[in-house]
């Protein structure tokens, strides 16, 4: 299966939503009017767009219109798909390594997100390339997660660094960086708790173990990744405002990218927070991820 068919089956919910809308909205041969833009608009809510979004999208396809250069109601959707690819360069979807020493990459995210089967698919994804990587379970607050990443660790044949449940997670990554340096790792991924990003103690904690890492190894953490789960829609963007709020969030694992996802969310979050979108998780094995590709995202989100 091709990346575009995995991503057409992943964004199974949210294409419908526009084919449906679109087929229904855009006529072959009729001329652009008032009328469109506000049936164009109501589809595009539907889709999980978002308001904010919505308004700033529906403004292009209008410009367009006045400036003459779409006339037909069927030339909008390749109007806005190349308008929405061009929001992305390729720099944006990049991950930034370090020039020397470990490359380190904080991921956070909120319980229930997947932040730590993404933390495995990071893992696979790193070491597939030829790369030693180093994972520091730093979420001690829930029972399962250093467990369930051990587990994980141990399949995929990578080094874990980990302390007993309760533990403080600002030493884990201490003594993660360390291990990082002393064993010339190539990746240090550092898994923090699964943070309500409505709990400020929480986000605190997680600012400190930034500041941990960013004291031991130079210019680290050089990503900070947010989990995201791609089911939730708007609610993503909230998360991912109030994350950037204590941590220098530099880009999103979309996860959970399967038949109910909400894909809208991507250009959301790109929009209105100028987050990119660096990795999307396409299902439950560790190999199932792939890098953020903007072309074929928008071509599979507007695909029949």
């Known amino acids: ?70 006339v ?62 180093i994972v520091g379970a730093c979420d001690t607050f829930r029972a399962a997660a250093v467990q369930q990443l051990s587990i994980w660790c141990d399949r995929l044949g990578v080094q874990i660094v980990r302390h007993d449940q309760g533990a403080d997670p600002g030493a884990v990554a201490y003594d993660a960086c360390e291990a990082a340096v002393a064993r010339a790792a190539d990746v240090l991924l550092i898994d923090t708790a699964g943070r309500l990003h409505t709990q400020n103690h929480l986000m605190r904690e997680l600012s400190k173990i930034e500041k941990v890492v960013q004291r031991k190894i130079a210019g680290a953490p050089h990503e900070v990744l947010l989990v995201l789960d791609a089911t939730i829609g708007q609610n993503a963007v909230h998360q991912a405002r109030q994350f950037s709020e204590h941590v220098s969030v530099s880009g999103i694992f979309l996860a959970k990218l399967d038949g109910s996802a909400k894909g809208g969310i991507v250009i959301g979050i790109r929009d209105q927070l100028n987050v990119p979108v660096k990795f999307v998780g396409l299902g439950e094995k560790a190999q199932d991820l792939e890098p953020f590709a903007p072309a074929a995202f928008i071509k599979a989100l507007f695909a029949d």
């Open 1 to 70: 299966m091709t990346l575009l068919d995995r991503l057409k089956k992943g964004l199974t919910r949210t294409r419908e939503k526009l084919a449906s809308g679109f087929r229904s909205v855009l006529h072959i041969g009729r001329k652009i009017d008032r009328e469109t833009l506000i049936r164009l608009e109501e589809t595009m809510l539907a889709a999980d767009f978002g308001p904010t979004t919505t308004s700033k999208l529906i403004d292009v396809v209008q410009d367009g219109w006045k400036k003459g250069r779409i």
């Open 72 to 133: 037909e109601e069927q030339e909008i959707q390749e109007h806005l798909e190349q308008h929405i690819i061009g929001l992305w360069s390729e720099a944006d979807t990049r991950i930034q390594y370090a020039e020397s020493g470990p490359t380190v990459i904080l991921v956070t995210g909120i319980n229930g997100s997947g932040k730590t089967t993404s933390v495995a698919k990071l893992a696979y994804f790193f070491s597939d390339q030829g790369k030693r990587v």
